[in-house]
């Protein structure tokens, strides 16, 4: 897939992938102003953002396991967001990016028009910016809802439902020595944090079980998973009443920093690179306090893509 895509495709060695004026005809059928998703962003354009994604959760992590937990956990491809640096996923930047939304031709991406520049973010784009595995098609977990799963008999021995917040607080107060329980809690707590996170419901009992079964667990897709739900949600803004704003699920991380990565004005006023390795998402710290939206309108899109 990825051979195929770089025969259309140069990005400055970054493996990130941008569609220049040369390539429209590949993805694009045409543009002008009437594309924009948004036909106006104005200054003023503020609506209520939320989100599920806890980036900050990687500290709580960072601070249960034991190094020789770490060296475990580091095994999945999960291992390398232990060396991030945790940051609160700033929702005025997506949601100022997400102004610049532009139609596209194929159902498995969401593209931009930045100055004249076309961007595409889409299953290759994820995939080098996360570091993700897990690629095939989702699979059901066989398990009885009726008995509740080992992990929350063993470490939740009154509760029959644990939610996210349960789980944070006891990674917070304990440290296990059963090193494989350890890995499975926090494997459990990246998913439901971060990757495919939940609101205020109790952690999915699939998960519960997916998250004792080391192979199925390793085997599970979820790259897929996670990109479409993430997409999905990316799509979904804007629709509806935007009195009551709207709300962002999957991992919307992922589309921030391929966006540090093309965008330079927009890296200068809301992060810091500080490497360059892959995955990609490992190369950014993204700034405490972010710009208001007239700075980010005015200044984070002004400068030319990267090229």
């Known amino acids: 897939m990825f051979s195929i895509f770089f025969i259309f495709i140069d990005f400055v060695n970054t493996c990130l992938h941008l569609f220049g004026s040369k390539n429209l005809d590949l993805v694009f059928v045409s543009f ?6 948004i036909q106006e962003r104005l200054d003023s354009f503020h609506v209520r953002i939320q989100e599920r994604c806890k980036m900050e959760n990687l500290a709580i992590l960072q601070e249960f396991l034991t190094d020789s937990q770490k060296s475990l956990f580091q095994e999945s ?3 390398p967001y232990l060396d991030m640096q945790p940051f609160k996923v700033p929702l005025q930047t997506i949601h100022s990016l997400l102004m610049y939304r532009v139609g596209s031709r194929y159902e498995e991406e969401i593209c931009f028009k930045i100055n004249d520049t076309f961007l595409r973010f889409s299953l290759e784009e994820f995939a080098v910016v996360t570091g993700l595995d897990g690629w095939g098609d989702k699979f059901n977990v066989d398990f009885n809802p009726k ?12 509760q029959s439902a644990v939610t996210n917040a349960d789980l944070k607080h006891f990674l917070v107060d304990h440290t296990l020595e059963d090193d494989d329980d350890a890995v499975k809690l926090a494997n459990i707590f990246f998913v439901d944090s971060i990757l495919i996170p939940t609101r205020g419901r109790s952690i999915p009992s699939y998960l519960w079980y997916l998250g004792d079964d080391e192979s199925s667990f390793s085997l599970y897709p979820w790259a897929r998973v996670c990109f479409d739900e993430t997409l999905k949600s990316l799509k979904s803004a804007f629709q509806g009443n935007l009195n009551t704003g709207y709300e962002l699920c999957g991992f919307p991380a992922s589309l921030l920093i391929f966006a540090l990565e093309c965008l330079p004005g927009l890296a200068a006023v809301t992060a810091s690179k ?4 892959m995955p990609k998402i490992l190369n950014w710290k993204v700034k405490k306090y972010q710009p208001h939206l007239s700075t980010l309108l005015s200044n984070g899109f002004s400068k030319s893509v990267s090229s």
């Open 77 to 79: 491809s999960f291992g």
């Open 147 to 158: 008995v509740t799963p080992r992990l929350v008999k063993k470490y939740f021995p009154k």
């Open 32 to 37: 002008s102003e009437n594309d924009y998703f």
């Open 274 to 277: 500080v490497g360059d390795e």
